[in-house]
Structures are given as C-alpha cells and as structure tokens.
Nanobody, 119 residues
Framework: QVQLVESGGGLVQTGGSLRLSCAASGRTFSNYVMGWFRQALGKEREFVSSITWNIGRTYYGDSVKGRFTISRDNAKNTVYLQMNSLKPEDTAVYYC????????????WGQGTQVTVSS
C-alpha cells in the first residue's frame, strides 16, 4: 500500500521560507514521478512542481519558478519542496502525489499540509 505523508507546513511571514517533506513508502519509486500540488480556498488545484525519481528531472509551475526547489533523497524515500520568498498568494494546502512515469494522472496522494503566508 503506497503511503505519502507530508509535513513541514505552517505559518510564515511574507518573504519567509518553509521546507515541505513527503515521506513515501509502500513500493519502489524508481519509475515514478513525484509531484507537489496546492489548492487554495475556493480555487482549483494547481500544479507546483514535480521530479522524476530515477534521474531527478524537475518541472515547475510558472507561479513558483525561481522561488521553489524540489529535490529527493533516495536513501530516505523522501521528496522535499524548498519554498523561498513566500507570498500571501502561496497560501494553500499542499499535497504530495505520485504517478508512474508514463501515466498522465497521479495515482497516489498524501493528506496535505497547510501553508499560510501572512502579509
């Protein structure tokens, strides 16, 4: 059973930083893409970033490019999202997700972690 457990959310002031973690378990993820998504209150879910587990290729949404960095630690089976220069519009529930490389949709989702950026 695949489990994705996010942590690291919280309250931060504008311009501050947070690092989210996603601990993955239940299978070998070498053929998976790990993604971060977010959903603000009353808005649709938005793609934030993704990384291919095997070679570490990264992708970012336009709204976070240059401010957020995704990475993974193979030994710990953990994916990180370093968020810098945070803005109030980054306030959302952040979700970790996983999918096989060749699939379009993400199959597995974490429970989410709240990030609140105060102005």
């Amino acid at each position: 059973q695949v489990q994705l457990v996010e942590s690291g959310g919280g309250l931060v002031q504008t311009g501050g930083s947070l690092r989210l973690s996603c601990a993955a378990s239940g299978r070998t993820f070498s053929n998976y893409v790990m993604g971060w998504f977010r959903q603000a209150l009353g808005k649709e879910r938005e793609f934030v970033s993704s990384i291919t587990w095997n070679i570490g290729r990264t992708y970012y949404g336009d709204s976070v490019k240059g401010r957020f960095t995704i990475s993974r630690d193979n030994a710990k089976n953990t994916v990180y999202l370093q968020m810098n220069s945070l803005k109030p519009e980054d306030t959302a529930v952040y979700y970790c997700a996983a999918k096989l490389l060749l699939k379009k949709e993400y199959d597995y989702w974490g429970q989410g972690t709240q990030v609140t950026v105060s102005s």
